[in-house]
């Protein structure tokens, strides 16, 4: 045992030299890893792309005209760290961002990116698979798909298109419109304008909603998994709330104009605006009605959970 231990600084010591550290059990089986970098430039306006694999992607906005690509990959193996490629593809206006996956090995391995780039760009498409992604400070539309993972989306200006598995969505800071679904897993949004719909099974939708499009239905459905809205706006859109065995709860100002529709069963329906509140004279599990001077619909439906309206 002495002898070994004399070994193992100077092993450690050449498999560094070689570019590749074996670190022992990482919890994901991948003991080899390499880093990666290359910067291209692009001027803002511009479009980006990434694609890869068992591993996260993140993506913040900077003030060079260039893409900084990091990146690490990491395996089981030397010679199957060897086989993960990294194609970057550079044009006029774009540039396109790869890991590829040698074609017959599906495990214990995979590629985590770090990516800086304009600040006013248009993510064309940023997709992994077991690994969350996470964008920041960005001026233009985002799609994201992930799978496993998680979603986080911080102080972006433009419209989000974000989609996961076993995952929960983020949105923060978000100035535009916001297409999130996921299962298995939550999600929380505060954003302006745009429109906003919201999916997931086995979670809960939070979001707050400051003068959210008046064009489009505010949509939020979920199963086994309670909504809350909230809405701060001088005019509403029409809103469609949908849940199984949960709650829902939708704050909206003093001042609203709405008409409203509510039902669920094996559980009530509440307000705290008088006037919806007395206009209605059916049983405490349905609720049709007015406030203010009427305007669009806002429909309220779940089973086994309450549902209350609230003021600001």
């Known amino acids: 045992m002495a002898t070994w231990a004399r070994w193992l600084p100077l092993m450690a010591a050449m498999l560094l030299q070689a570019g590749c550290v074996y670190v022992g059990d990482l919890g994901d089986g991948n003991a080899y890893r390499q880093d990666f970098h290359s910067t291209h430039p692009l001027d803002p306006g511009g479009r980006v792309s990434v694609e890869s694999f068992n591993g996260s992607i993140e993506v913040a906005g900077w003030e060079q005209n260039s893409v900084e690509v990091n990146g690490t990959k990491s395996a089981s193996s030397r010679s199957a760290l060897d086989e993960i490629k990294i194609d970057v593809s550079a044009a006029a206006g774009s540039v396109h961002i790869r890991a590829i996956r040698p074609p017959e090995r599906f495990r214990n391995m995979g590629v985590h990116f770090s990516i800086r780039v304009p600040r006013q760009t248009l993510l064309e498409l940023v997709s992994s698979s077991n690994g969350r992604i996470e964008v920041d400070d960005l001026e233009g539309n985002a799609r994201l798909q992930t799978s496993n993972g998680a979603i986080r989306i911080l102080r972006v200006k433009g419209d989000v298109e974000a989609q996961t598995s076993n995952g929960g969505v983020e949105a923060e800071g978000l100035s535009g419109g916001a297409n999130l679904h996921t299962s298995n897993g939550s999600i929380r949004a505060e954003t302006s304008g745009g429109s906003f719909e919201a999916v997931t099974s086995n979670g809960s939708i939070v979001a707050r909603l400051s003068d959210p499009a008046t064009t489009w239905p505010v949509r939020a459905r979920s199963s086994n998994g309670r909504i809350e809205l909230t809405f701060e706006a001088r005019q509403l859109p029409e809103v469609r709330a949908s849940t199984n065995n949960s709650s829902i709860l939708v704050r909206l100002p003093a001042s609203a104009n709405a008409r409203v529709r509510a039902h669920t069963s094996h559980s009530t329906v509440s307000s705290e605006f008088d006037e919806l509140r007395n206009e209605s004279g ?18 309220l439906e779940t089973n086994n959970g309450s549902i209350r309206i609230a003021k600001l």
């Open 282 to 299: 059916r049983r405490h599990s349905e609720l049709d009605g007015t406030i203010g001077r009427g305007g669009p619909l806002i429909d």
